[in-house]
């Protein structure tokens, strides 16, 4: 819904909601995989085979800003906290309008009820005590969930579930010999030409002589 007003919708407003989404395609479709420019966590089972028929779960998540991005690369979970109290880094402390070395559990937390502690630097999953920053650029690097959505996900997962940080904003898959692209934002301006990108994923998996050429430069 690009022409709405994500801040301030007005009443009447028409949404389209999608009920469909193409996978984004990790190293291995195994654990949590974050695709960074989807603003979106997919939760793959773990000891699923390619070709095999799954269920897969997802979530909207809140990301690294432009200045703090989120990282590309795999993970492992490293802990679990329940209630967790914040220990403010260095980077952020000196950033803080009212600076604070600890910050407790409770409403004032800005990591929510529940933190997943990811086996690299300070990163890690976790809720929020404002919502509205889900589907936004808005962490240092953190991947923030509604809390409603931390709390279903938290005792699904343990130390060393498995996941991966990935960076794709065009997707392309097929279904009954149909081809369909889904294109989103490159929001670290990583790609330098996202036509070109698209037209290379799809001649990669020569899909390319089965789509029309205006639709897809229409959806980038």
């Not at 949590?32 to 997919?42: D, G, H």
């Not at 698209?198 to 229409?218: I, K, M």
Request: proline share 10%; aromatic share 10%; hydrophobic share 35%.
């Amino acid at each position: 819904n690009p022409r709405v007003d994500g801040w301030e919708p007005k009443a009447g407003v028409g949404l389209v909601l999608p009920t469909r989404r193409i996978l984004p395609r990790p190293n291995s479709y195994s654990g949590l995989v974050i695709n960074i420019p989807e603003f979106r966590m997919y939760m793959f089972p773990v000891d699923t085979r390619l070709g095999e028929r799954a269920p897969v779960m997802t979530w909207p998540v809140g990301l690294g800003a432009e200045w703090a991005q989120s990282p590309i690369q795999g993970f492992r979970v490293k802990a679990k906290d329940e209630k967790p109290t914040w220990v403010v880094p260095d980077s952020i402390y000196v950033k803080m309008e009212d600076p604070k070395r600890v910050v407790p559990p409770g409403p004032d937390n800005p990591l929510g009820d529940y933190r997943i502690r990811l086996d690299f630097d300070l990163y890690a999953i976790h809720g929020t005590n404002d919502p509205w920053t889900v589907g936004r650029l808005t962490t240092h690097g953190c991947v923030r969930l509604y809390p409603e959505d931390i709390e279903y996900l938290y005792p699904m997962v343990d130390r060393g579930y498995p996941g991966e940080f990935v960076y794709q904003p065009v997707k392309i898959g097929e279904r009954k010999g149909r081809v369909y692209v889904e294109v989103h934002q490159d929001v670290y301006e990583m790609i330098e030409d996202l036509e070109a990108h698209t037209r290379g994923l799809l001649a990669r998996a020569r899909l390319d002589q089965r789509v029309d050429p205006d639709l897809v430069a229409h959806a980038v």
